[in-house]
T-cell receptor
Framework: SAVISQKPSRDICQRGTSLTIQCQVD?????MFWYRQQPGQSLTLIAT?????????ESGFVIDKFPISRPNLTFSTLTVSNMSPEDSSIYLC??????????FGQGTRLTVV | AQTVTQSQPEMSVQEAETVTLSCTYD???????LFWYKQPPSRQMILVIR??????QNATENRFSVNFQKAAKSFSLKISDSQLGDAAMYFC????????????FGKGTRLHILP
């Protein structure tokens, strides 16, 4: 299984600002995934990040709000832009193994005030 | 569209006892994977156990086992000899074996362990 390091682990941000979350994997992977978990809810996929191409966003998520970078096969960032209190969530990055099992970073708990 | 349903928002079990968490899913696919994930208060999602749909034998990982009923589209998780460290949210998840498909998560079951 892959080891995934995600940071920051938590942050409190002012509305209108942006936060960039970093995700580092200990092995090369083709796809990395970004999820949002709103308080008391399940996981919702934001986007899939492929190295060398634009990220693929799920319905309800747009690049202007959640820009993603994928500069190489072990690293990705997710930015939450122009934040509002509704963006307060846990954000998780993950990778998958050959049988589709997902492995996650520690998550970033974001609070927007 | 595929769906995953966990009908038990919360459950409690006495320490050292056995508990079963329920999960049903809906799909028209014949080849897929099913998973149970654990999310303790630390937030990190941990893969507990997985089942390939083409395998008839139920998966087992130490104290964790599943009861996979493909025809009924049921995938329950049994935790034996419950320990305080098992307290967490448990998410059932489905993934088609088709390339590039995404994982579908259930809403989760919060498990409390009573000392």
């Amino acid at each position: 299984s892959a080891v995934i390091s995600q940071k920051p682990s938590r942050d409190i941000c002012q509305r209108g600002t942006s936060l960039t979350i970093q995700c580092q994997v200990d092995s090369q992977v083709t796809m990395m995934f970004w999820y949002r978990q709103q308080p008391g809810q399940s996981l919702t996929l934001i986007a899939t990040a492929n190295q060398g191409s634009e990220a693929t966003y799920e319905s309800g998520f747009v690049i202007d709000k959640f820009p993603i970078s994928r500069p190489n096969l072990t690293f990705s960032t997710l930015t939450v832009s122009n934040m509002s209190p509704e963006d307060s969530s846990i954000y998780l990055c993950s990778v998958e193994d050959a049988t589709g099992g997902a492995f996650f970073g520690q998550g970033t708990r974001l609070t927007v005030v | 569209a595929q769906t995953v349903t966990q009908s038990q928002p919360e459950m409690s079990v006495q320490e050292a006892e056995t508990v079963t968490l329920s999960c049903t899913y809906d799909t028209s696919e014949s080849d897929y994977y099913l998973f149970w994930y654990k999310q303790p208060p630390s937030r990190q999602m941990i893969l507990v156990i997985r089942q390939e749909a083409y395998k008839q034998q139920n998966a087992t990982e130490n104290r964790f086992s599943v009861n996979f009923q493909k025809a009924a589209k049921s995938f329950s998780l049994k935790i034996s000899d419950s320990q305080l460290g098992d307290a967490a949210m448990y998410f059932c998840a489905y993934r088609s074996a088709r390339r590039d498909d995404k994982i579908i998560f259930g809403k989760g079951t919060r498990l409390h362990i009573l000392p």
